[in-house]
């Protein structure tokens, strides 16, 4: 009974412990809780008097947001930078880009004849031209470059070519300046260069010598003729036209590009200060004008004049070349006698004479100056050089015939391998004597052996019974030397027994070296020192690019197909590989 008292007890003191325990524990959480409430209420009350203290990690990451939007100012603000730097680069380039094209010649000449550049030898030569240089356009450069002809088979811009030339020149040489100014707008400056100026005339004028050339478009557009193809004269192709036969076909006319010749040939003039000076006798007894000589002589820089032996006194003394071309009417003894007083030039000699004989003139109704030639050894017969051989002639027509250059100082670097000598209406020359007193002759050209003397009427002539045959001379040269001590001065005349020999379609012909030798001649007798610089005149007419069908469709293909198709996938795998990083 008492143990189970004990036991009793002991269970109701181990309750009572129990409770109070969990009394202890309920009364310490509300204290906690307490606790908790104020503090967080004080916490409250301080962060309304001062600025609570920030996370960490909160900072770090309102500071890295901060500096995210730097990043992306900083950026944009480069970015603008860069933008307007580039663009003010371009523009800047721009500028001097086109400053370069308006003073130097950089542009592409991209037509299959170089017609819009000029040779390197002559922008060598133009480089070293020590001068300055005005090159006038008389139009305005707008109207200029628009400027166009028409030849038989298109219409030809010109304006673009020429004014290309111009800069090409330009910009060889800094002290060469080119102007456009028309004539309506400029009248007074115009009105020095006289009443033959006209619109698109080109004036160069040089500083140093004060001279000038005026070139028009008949210079740096050079026309050449056709009849059936082949090339003819413009005296020709006139009477053609006038036939009616420009209709037809068998009559053309082509333009070709010859700015650049011109052009130096000009300059060389205006610059020379000593010009060989060329006269011609004009009109005085109806002498033709030696265009075609005048023109391969004008090419070179030498100065071409007329001059009238009746209305002077006498030939003016500084004149090097006198040329009488194809007269048709005997001279007079007075006029004869200025010319041999100017050949001797107060015994100082240093004259040249040019004689060409009328083709259709017979040599008999020429008697004062026929004999006045004789007096130095040269005489022209009457009668034709008639060509036999076939070889050398034709049978159709054989006073048409090729000629043999004799090797001389005047053959020097004459191509007579590929190119021919040819002539026609031909007289013969005999050489009276080879050396005699102080002259001197020499044979320059002849004809081939076969040839026999024709009657200058060559009226039922009958070539096997001709009275003469074989080669006959029909260039010659005589000289009259004297010396002072070892130093020669000479005087010559030179006989041509055609005008023809002279005439446009052997001058110019691309298979004739009848120019080479009369330029050679011309050169040597005055001692001029040739340039070496050959620019021949370009046609207009470009070569196109022919493709054929197969071709056009394998061009297209690659360009209109292949190649965007290419672009595009290059544009994906590249958008792609962008979003992959």
């Not at 550049?117 to 060598?124: M, N």
Request: charged share 25%; proline share 3%; hydrophobic share 35%.
């Amino acid at each position: 009974m008492d143990k189970n008292n004990k036991n009793v007890n002991t269970e109701n003191q181990s309750e009572e412990i129990k409770e109070q325990a969990d009394r202890i524990s309920d009364s310490s959480a509300d204290n906690a809780a307490a606790e908790k409430i104020s503090a967080d209420t004080a916490e409250n009350s301080s962060a309304e008097k001062a600025p609570a203290k920030e996370n960490p990690s909160a900072k770090k990451s309102k500071a890295g947001a901060f500096s995210g939007k730097s990043k992306r100012i900083k950026h944009g603000a480069l970015s603008v930078a860069f933008t307007v730097i580039f663009v003010a680069a371009i523009v800047l380039l721009n500028v001097i880009f086109n400053m370069l094209l308006d003073r130097f010649d950089v542009a592409a000449d991209l037509s299959d004849k170089s017609v819009y550049s000029i040779d390197p030898g002559t922008a060598d030569y133009i480089a070293g031209v020590d001068d300055d240089i005005t090159i006038v356009v008389a139009d305005k450069e707008n109207n200029f470059l628009n400027a166009a002809a028409n030849d038989s088979s298109s219409t030809i811009q010109y304006g673009q070519q020429v004014s290309q030339i111009l800069k090409a020149f330009a910009a060889a040489n800094p002290r060469i300046t080119v102007e456009y100014k028309s004539l309506d707008d400029n009248p007074t400056f115009y009105s020095k260069y006289g009443a033959t100026l006209s619109a698109k005339s080109i004036i160069i004028e040089s500083k140093n010598t004060e001279r000038n050339r005026i070139i028009t478009t008949n210079d740096y557009l050079s026309p050449k003729y056709y009849f059936d193809g082949n090339e003819i004269s413009s005296t020709e192709y006139s009477y053609y036209y006038q036939m009616g036969l420009a209709g037809s076909g068998r009559l053309s006319m082509e333009l070709f590009a010859a700015a650049e010749s011109s052009l130096l040939t000009s300059i060389m003039i205006v610059t020379n200060e000593d010009p060989v000076r060329v006269a011609y006798v004009d009109g005085d007894y109806s002498c033709s004008e030696p265009k075609a000589l005048d023109t391969l002589l004008e090419s070179n820089a030498y100065t071409i004049e007329p001059v009238k032996l009746t209305n002077a006194e006498k030939i003016d003394p500084d004149i090097d070349f006198l040329i009488i071309y194809a007269p048709i009417y005997d001279f007079s003894n007075d006029d004869i006698n200025k010319i041999d007083v100017w050949l001797d030039n107060g015994g100082k000699y240093g004259k040249n004479m040019f004689f060409a004989a009328a083709a259709t003139i017979d040599t008999k109704d020429l008697p004062n100056l026929t004999s006045y030639l004789k007096d130095w050894g040269l005489s022209l017969e009457s009668g034709y050089v008639y060509q036999t051989n076939t070889d050398y002639g034709y049978e159709m027509s054989p006073t048409y015939q090729r000629l043999e250059i004799q090797e001389s100082d005047y053959s020097t670097g004459i191509d007579t391998v590929t190119k021919n000598t040819m002539g026609d209406g031909l007289k013969p020359i005999t050489l009276l004597f080879e050396e005699q007193s102080n002259y001197k002759t020499a044979s320059l050209v002849s004809s081939y052996t076969g040839a026999v003397i024709a009657p200058f009427d060559m009226e039922d002539f009958d070539p096997s019974k001709a009275e003469k045959s074989g080669a006959f001379t029909v260039v010659a040269e005589s000289n009259k030397t004297r010396f002072e001590g070892v130093d020669p001065f000479v005087s010559r005349i030179y006989a041509a027994s055609s005008h023809f020999l002279l005439d446009q379609s052997f001058l110019q012909g691309s298979g004739v070296n009848n120019a080479d030798l009369f330029l050679n001649i011309f050169n040597t007798a005055s001692g001029k020192e040739e340039v070496e610089i050959t620019v021949k005149p370009q046609s207009f007419t470009q070569e196109t690019f022919e493709i054929t069908g197969t071709q056009a469709k394998t061009i297209t293909v690659i360009f209109a197909v292949i190649v965007p198709l290419a672009v595009i996938a290059a544009g994906v795998v590249i958008i792609v590989r962008r979003k992959r990083r």
